[in-house]
Each structure stands twice: as structure tokens, then as C-alpha cells.
């Protein structure tokens, strides 16, 4: 009995193993078949819609990122894309055409682009456009070698736009915006008046030591003026990519977090002693009202809400409910 019992296990085990090899074998062959007609690919999908296959979803993304950080142009100072390509692994037959510069034609096609260049004002008109700040300096620093009449208005700033000005060259700039200086009759004066004083006077000691909310490019500064506000600028502008972090300047009380009409999202942190600190045209709001938040917190992400061109952070430094120049307090 225990012959015939060992007998039948054997057996039993013998036809499991040759079960066992056959289903091995049936498998690679099977995986080996698929292979020879089949390969894995990406579909993408762009704001839900399907627009094609991939053979590498990395190097696309790579590709992508790239252009969003560097464009395809000179002055691109970045592009931003609000919604990029999803990928799904598939397989497919192998005579299935990919077309990876078909859709990243696609993706750039949803991009604005932002350009980077200088303008020379006039006071705050503009009267020259150059693609760095070494020609813009440059412009400047000829008109006041040669005296001209009009060299205490000039100035210049960073653009941040989406239209490339046409630019000009510092020979041109220089002939266009020099001004013959008038030849005056010496008389005596017993009263000069200079604006120094007017300057000196902004400068106000707050009493708290402020950091800087993001690390960007300024692109409108305190008091100019422009076609997209009523008055003069009563704040800084600080380009930056839409979501990058904005830090409490210093600590205190949040006394605003939501909307305010051209502003957008807009936070007020209130320091105490009358000094409070403005964050506006935010994406999204992280605190609330009647919170408490130090120095250096995050409380809000950059933006383009309300009256806005483009991302960036709206900064505004006030005491007792006077705006002032933020650039003397940070940046």
C-alpha cells in the first residue's frame, strides 16, 4: 500500500512539473509574440483631450521645460503654460507612428511668452526701448556727459510683457533724447529749492526690519505711473512665475486675506505701530484673517488676479495708512 501510495504521488508530482513547463513555455512564447508586434508607449492627453503617442514621456518633459524656462527667442525672460500634457503607458503595435514634435508644437502653441527688456523714460514716458541694462545704462550715462537739458528725467526700467518692443540701438537713443542744454543769465537767487529734501522725506525709520517676500525682477516701481492705473504706483512690482511662494516681509497679524477689487487676492499682514504690509494680485490665498504669522511664513502664492498683465507680487509698505517706498525698506 505505501508503494502504491508513493507510486501515485510521484506520478502526480511528475505531471504537475511537466504542467508547470509548459505554462513557462506557453508564457515566454506568448511575451516573445507580443514583443515582436508590440511595444510599450505613452498616449498624452492635453486638458483631457487626446492628441497623440510618445515613445519617451521624459524626454518631451524635459523638452518642455526647457522651453518654459528659456523660450525660443531672445529677451524671453519665461513662458507660462497653464496646463501641460498627461501621459498613459500603453501597448501598441509596433507600425504605430509617434509624433512627439507634433504635440510639443501643440503645448507651445497654449504658452505666453514673457519678454524681458529696458525702457528709457522721460520722466515716466517712455521714449526708448533696448534689449539689456548695460545699453540702457549706457544711454544714460552719454546724455549726462553731454549736459544735455533734460538728463535729471531719465531713467530706466525692466520691462516684464508679452509684445517685444522694437528696440534701438545707443546711438540712436542718445541723438533722439539729447536735449541742448539753454545758456541762462547769471542771477542771484536767495532761494533754491531741490528735491532732496522731497526725497529725504519719504525715508521714514518703521521700526521693524523688513525681508523680501520673493526673489524676482522689479518691473514697476514706486510712483510711476502707467495706462493700466488710475494714479501713481503706490507699490512695488516683483515678476516672478505664477505659484512661487510669497514670505510674510515680518511678523504680525493677518487683518486681510480675499479679494479686493483691482488688487485680486490680496493680503494685509498689520506689524503694529501703524506699519502694515500689502500682498496682491495672489493665485491663492494661504492664510486667514486674524491669523498670527512670523517673518519669513508663507502666506500666499504669486499670481496675476484683479488688474494684472502678468504674474507677479503687487508689494506695498504703508504706515498709518501712507504709502511708501517700499525699495527704501527692502530691495
Same mark, same amino acid.
Given at each position: ?13 511528475? &505531471? ?17 509574440? *507580443? ?23 521624459? %524626454? ?26 498627461? @501621459? ?29 527688456? @529696458?525702457? *528709457? ?10 534689449? &539689456? ?7 544714460? %550715462? ?5 549736459? !544735455? ?5 531719465? &531713467? @530706466? ?5 508679452? %509684445? ?32 532732496? !529734501? ?13 525681508i523680501r517676500p520673493i526673489s524676482g525682477t522689479i518691473t514697476s516701481r514706486f510712483g510711476s505711473r502707467s495706462s493700466v492705473r488710475v494714479g501713481a504706483h503706490t507699490g512695488l512690482d516683483i515678476a516672478a512665475p505664477k505659484g512661487t511662494s510669497i514670505k510674510a516681509a515680518a511678523g504680525g497679524t493677518v487683518i486681510h486675506a480675499g479679494w479686493k477689487g483691482s488688487l485680486g487676492n490680496l493680503v494685509i499682514i498689520d506689524h503694529g505701530n501703524g506699519v502694515q504690509t500689502y500682498y496682491g494680485h495672489c ?9 498670527? *504669522? ?36 527692502? @530691495?
Amino acid at each position: 500500500m505505501k508503494i502504491s501510495r508513493l507510486k501515485s504521488i510521484a506520478t502526480k508530482l511528475r &505531471t504537475s512539473v511537466k504542467l508547470i513547463s509548459l505554462i513557462g513555455i506557453a508564457s515566454v512564447l506568448i511575451i516573445g509574440a *507580443v514583443s515582436l508586434i508590440y511595444k510599450p508607449t505613452y498616449s498624452v492627453t492635453l486638458n483631457g483631450e487626446f492628441i497623440g503617442y510618445i515613445d519617451n514621456k521624459s %524626454e518631451l518633459q524635459k523638452k518642455i521645460n526647457e522651453y518654459i524656462k528659456y523660450g525660443s527667442e531672445n529677451n524671453v525672460a519665461f513662458v507660462e503654460i497653464e496646463e501641460l500634457p498627461e @501621459y498613459h503607458l500603453c501597448l501598441l503595435k509596433k507600425d504605430v507612428v509617434t509624433n512627439d514634435d507634433e504635440i510639443f508644437e501643440m503645448v507651445k502653441s497654449l504658452g505666453t511668452t514673457y519678454y524681458k527688456y @529696458y525702457a *528709457v523714460l522721460e520722466s515716466t514716458e517712455p521714449k526708448a526701448y533696448v534689449a &539689456t541694462y548695460e545699453e540702457a545704462e549706457k544711454i544714460i %550715462e552719454e546724455l549726462k556727459n553731454k549736459s !544735455s537739458a533734460n538728463q535729471e528725467k531719465l &531713467t @530706466y526700467v525692466e520691462v516684464y510683457e508679452t %509684445e517685444l518692443k522694437d528696440f534701438t540701438t545707443v546711438e540712436n537713443a542718445v541723438a533722439s533724447l539729447y536735449v541742448k542744454p539753454e545758456v541762462k543769465k547769471k542771477v542771484v537767487s536767495t532761494t533754491r529749492v531741490t528735491t532732496s !529734501s522731497k526725497m529725504s522725506n519719504e525715508y521714514k525709520n518703521i521700526g521693524i526690519s523688513l525681508i523680501r517676500p520673493i526673489s524676482g525682477t522689479i518691473t514697476s516701481r514706486f510712483g510711476s505711473r502707467s495706462s493700466v492705473r488710475v494714479g501713481a504706483h503706490t507699490g512695488l512690482d516683483i515678476a516672478a512665475p505664477k505659484g512661487t511662494s510669497i514670505k510674510a516681509a515680518a511678523g504680525g497679524t493677518v487683518i486681510h486675506a480675499g479679494w479686493k477689487g483691482s488688487l485680486g487676492n490680496l493680503v494685509i499682514i498689520d506689524h503694529g505701530n501703524g506699519v502694515q504690509t500689502y500682498y496682491g494680485h495672489c493665485s491663492k490665498i494661504l492664510v486667514s484673517a486674524g491669523q498670527k *504669522v512670523s517673518q519669513g511664513d508663507i502666506v500666499a502664492k504669486v499670481g496675476s488676479t484683479g488688474n494684472s498683465t502678468g504674474p507677479h507680487l503687487h508689494l506695498e509698505v504703508r504706515v498709518n495708512g501712507v504709502a511708501l517706498n517700499p525699495q527704501n525698506y527692502v @530691495y
